[in-house]
C-alpha cells in the first residue's frame, strides 16, 4: 500500500507573474496526482496539499526551484482529505483586507514582529510576562489554543482589522505580545498590521502551532488540537492531547465539528458522535434550542 502525506507551506517573497505561477503549480500537482489547495499572490505562495508520498517529495523539491525558502511541514493524510485541487490567485496571500498595508520583499514581510522558535518562545515566557494573542478565527480556538492567550471574536481573517482598531486591545500595546496560527503565515501578517496600529512589541511563533507541537507535543504550552481546513477536521500531536471543545447539543467532550444537517446551510458546529448521528438541522439557526443549551 502506498504511503500518504500532507504538506503545508508558504512564502512571502515578490511574485512577478502571479498567473504564470498558479498555471505551473496546477500542472505540477496533476502531474503528481496531488490535490489541496493553493494560493498565488503577487505576495508569494501558500499552500496545503497532499497524495502520494513519493509524488508529494517529487512536488516539494520542484517547487524550491523556484520558493527557495519555503519551511514545509509534514503531517499524516492524503489526496483524499481533500476534494479536488484549487489552484488560484488573489489580491493578498492571507484575506485580511488590506492589501495596500502589508508590504513584502525578498526577507518576507516588511515590519513585522520578530520570529520567535518553540525554544526561544519558552524562554520569553519565562522571563517576561507574555500575552498570546490567537491570529485563528475564534472558532478553532474552541478546540486547541495556548494557555490563557487572548481569543479576538472574529469569523473571518477580514475582521480582525475592525478588531483591532476598535480599541478593544489597546492595553496591550506596551506589552509583549506573541502571536500564533496554524503554519505561520496568518500571524507573520498580523504582526505587521499590529505594529502599525502602535503595538510596540510583538512577536510571531514561527512555523505556528505545527511547528510547536512537533516539538513539544502536548508537554508545553499548548492545549487541545489543532483545526485545519481538510478532510481530517483536526489533528493531534499526542495521545495525551485535552479535549477542550464541548458539543453544542448535549456539552459532552469533543473536538470534532460537523456541518449542519439542513442541506441548505454549511454552518459548522461541534457535536459529539452520538449528536452528530442525528439526522435533522443541527445548528443554532435552524434549531434555536441549541443556542439556549449551548448557553446554559
Known sequence: MAIHRIVLFYEFTPVADPEAVRLWQRALCEQYGLTGRIIISHQGINATVGGELEGVKQYVKTTREYFRKIDVKWSEGSAEDFPRLSVKVRD?????????????????????????????????????????????????????????????????????????DSGVYDDLKDKPVVTYCTGGIRCEVLTALMRRRGFSEVYQLDGGIVRYGEQYRDSGLWQGSLYVFDGRGHIQFSEDAEVLGRCTRC??????????????????????????????????????????????
Not at 99 to 125: F, K, N, T, W, Y
Not at 263 to 274: E, I, N, Q, V
Open 251 to 296: 456539552a459532552e467532550p469533543t473536538s470534532d465539528f460537523q456541518n449542519c444537517a439542513e442541506p441548505s446551510c454549511r454552518a459548522l458546529d461541534l457535536f459529539c458522535s452520538g449528536c452528530a448521528a442525528v439526522v435533522e438541522p443541527r445548528c443554532a439557526v435552524h434549531t434555536p434550542e441549541i443556542e439556549k443549551a449551548g448557553s446554559a
Open 92 to 164: 493578498e496571500l492571507v484575506s485580511f483586507g488590506a492589501p495596500g498595508e502589508v508590504g513584502v520583499d525578498e526577507q518576507g514581510v516588511i515590519d513585522g514582529g520578530a520570529r520567535l522558535s518553540p525554544e526561544e518562545l519558552h524562554r520569553l515566557v519565562e522571563a517576561k510576562d507574555v500575552v498570546f494573542f490567537d491570529g485563528r478565527n475564534a472558532r478553532e480556538a474552541r478546540i486547541g489554543k495556548f494557555k490563557d492567550a487572548v481569543v479576538p471574536d472574529v469569523a473571518t481573517t477580514r475582521d480582525f482589522l475592525a478588531e483591532l
